[in-house]
């Protein structure tokens, strides 16, 4: 097992952890949601057919393991949300997770652009971490999201299209 | 415009690498930590085999051994009357079953028969014109003539029970049926990790023996105990847990209680302290999983809340090749739907694509099964160019199914 996990961990863990990094935007989740994927990677390997790439077969997994932890929250804050009172403490629930220490040196764009993310949707943040910060072809991303290559294009653009509109939004400060 | 979506764009690619800052060596112990602990699980759960066997063997014995006891016992004139009696029984029964098997067997065969001279006849054709691999199905090791579903017909006067269980990549779940006899359905539950054939069905049922059915509330509300060391593995094993219990749900509940061991909520690290669970109804999409070349079955593929039918069927034409799970609707065909509750209207825009389709019992079996989950009781299905399917009769409103893979 050591030889399949170093294979796959030197070939794709990077890529991995930064893709499930800024879906999360949180370091102990991602390791946590990491380590599953290897697992779930690992027990599954001899069932591998090869039909797709194994960045494919990885990704895909890791996109299954991402969304299952968001419907998790979802479910989580559907909980704790019986019984608590929006108007007097919705405050509280702003997103206090600490800033990746990867981003202080980035220029006021960038770290504007982290939160901005927060604003698409699942589906459009994964193209766009897919396209533009793992740098992956439409094709490849399609083949990981099993989509189309025009959904692919559509979601980005949709995407790109949300974000300008949120960072026009900020600079103007109409950020609520 | 297209200038400040390339600076979009050009923002979006100076967003820095995140490091990670656990090693090889943290992320390969703990994982196969993990990996070694889930082994020893489920070898532990396959520890009942071996005593069912010997127990099953034991009373076999005892049987036959009985048996001899009791005929030894009988005078010659009984054992040629209890002869006589068996010999006509056995010929009754012979004739009987001689005439049940050449009359149902004439009609499977002459069904059989029919739906082959088409399917072959398809097949030729749907092998020189459709060239999509991904489309294609193993058809000559599995039957694609049997249904994969209980209609609301055979269901009558029958019990029947369906487990949740996951694949053996957990990214799906395959709800699997079970014809009961007269065994009390709530118990039954406790029994299903005998009953799933993980390596032969390519499922993986470990969880089950995490969770125990230990009887009703005031209210009427099945509470399961569930040994929560058990369900610490991640997000993965958490979700797991909570959709195998929707067995509960297809006995009609809406929700369960859970407990651990020493009667406490159950605690969970990513859901955190839980008394209650409440089933929603979820939209899902029907496709198919083949794990092995002769094994079939359909899977569930969850849809996102709000999402539309037509959005459904369409997620009918995508496969998973990765996790072999293969799309039971040909891409080249086209649908139109038109929904008036109770009822979904589908027609077909291409027929003569579908003619060269053999994997038409499966489209209409996907439609069937989707549908039921947005709703729907009947599918009118249209322009389809042919009146009988399998057991469909498609001239009028086909009902939803009652159960999904029967076993």
């Not at chain 1, 202080?104 to 589906?123: G, I, T």
């Not at chain 2, 369900?231 to 509940?253: K, S």
């Not at chain 2, 709000?306 to 369409?314: H, K, L």
Request: aromatic share 10%; proline share 4%; with cysteine.
């Amino acid at each position: 097992m050591r030889e399949s996990f170093q294979e796959l961990y030197d070939e794709f863990h990077q890529d991995l952890y930064q893709f499930i990094f800024y879906m999360v935007k949180d370091k102990p989740t991602t390791e946590d949601l990491v380590q599953e994927v290897y697992i779930r990677v690992l027990q599954s390997y001899d069932t591998f057919a090869g039909k797709s790439s194994q960045k494919t077969w990885l990704f895909s997994i890791a996109r299954h393991v991402t969304i299952d932890f968001f419907r998790k929250q979802g479910r989580r804050k559907k909980r704790h949300a019986d019984g608590f009172d929006f108007e007097q403490h919705g405050n509280l629930l702003k997103d206090n997770k600490p800033t990746p220490e990867e981003l202080a040196e980035k220029s006021e764009e960038v770290q504007m652009m982290y939160q901005c993310l927060d604003k698409c949707s699942n589906d459009q943040r994964m193209v766009i971490i897919l396209r533009y910060i793992q740098q992956m072809s439409i094709k490849e991303t399609a083949d990981i999201l099993n989509w189309s290559t025009s959904k692919v294009k559509t979601t980005q653009h949709r995407a790109i299209n949300a974000l300008k509109d949120r960072m026009l939004q900020r600079k103007g400060g109409h950020e609520e | 415009m297209k200038k400040q979506n390339d600076e979009i764009e050009k923002t979006l690619s100076e967003m820095p690498k995140i490091n990670d800052s656990r090693s090889f060596d943290d992320y390969y112990n703990q994982i196969s930590k993990q990996v070694n602990q889930r082994k020893i699980r489920k070898h532990a759960k396959r520890g009942w085999i071996i005593p069912a066997i010997t127990s099953a063997a034991a009373l076999v014995l005892v049987f036959i051994i009985g048996l001899q006891f009791i005929n030894t016992n009988q005078t010659a004139d009984e054992m040629k009357t209890y002869q006589s009696i068996e010999d006509s029984v056995d010929q009754a029964e012979t004739n009987e079953s001689a005439n049940e098997s050449a009359s149902s067997g004439d009609a499977e065969m002459a069904e059989i028969e029919e739906y082959n001279q088409d399917g072959q006849g398809n097949q030729d054709m749907g092998g020189a014109s459709n060239d999509d691999e991904n489309q294609q199905f193993s058809m000559q090791e599995v039957d694609a003539n049997s249904s994969m579903v209980v209609t609301q017909d055979e269901s009558q006067g029958k019990q029947f029970v369906t487990f949740i269980i996951p694949d053996n990549q957990v990214q799906y779940f395959a709800p699997i049926t079970v014809e009961m006899n007269d065994q009390d359905p709530y118990e039954f539950f406790n029994q299903s990790r005998e009953l799933i054939m993980d390596d032969e069905w390519g499922l993986s049922s470990d969880v089950l023996s995490s969770i125990t059915f230990i009887g009703m509330n005031d209210q009427n509300i099945p509470i399961l105990e569930m040994d929560e060391t058990e369900l610490q593995d991640g997000t993965a094993i958490e979700r797991v847990a909570m959709e195998v219990i929707r067995y509960f749900q297809y006995l009609g509940h809406e929700k369960v209680a859970v407990r651990d061991p020493n009667g406490d909520p159950v605690s969970l690290a990513h859901v955190g302290e839980v008394e209650e669970v409440t089933f929603e109804n979820q939209l899902k999409a029907y496709k198919l999983y083949q794990p092995q070349s002769d094994e079939l079955f359909w899977i569930e593929k969850v849809l996102m809340n709000g999402a539309s039918i037509e959005e459904a069927i369409e997620e009918l034409k995508v496969s998973e090749e990765a996790f072999n799970i293969k799309a039971p609707v040909p891409n080249n065909v086209n649908i139109e739907i038109e929904g008036q509750d109770p009822v979904l209207n589908i027609r077909f825009l291409n027929p003569e694509q579908l003619a060269e389709s053999t994997e038409i019992p499966y489209i209409i079996e996907s439609i069937l099964l989707t549908a039921k989950s947005f709703g729907y009781e009947q599918v009118d299905f249209n322009n389809l160019g042919m009146t009988q399917v399998g057991p469909y009769q498609l001239d009028e409103p086909v009902q939803v199914p009652a159960y999904i893979n029967p076993r």
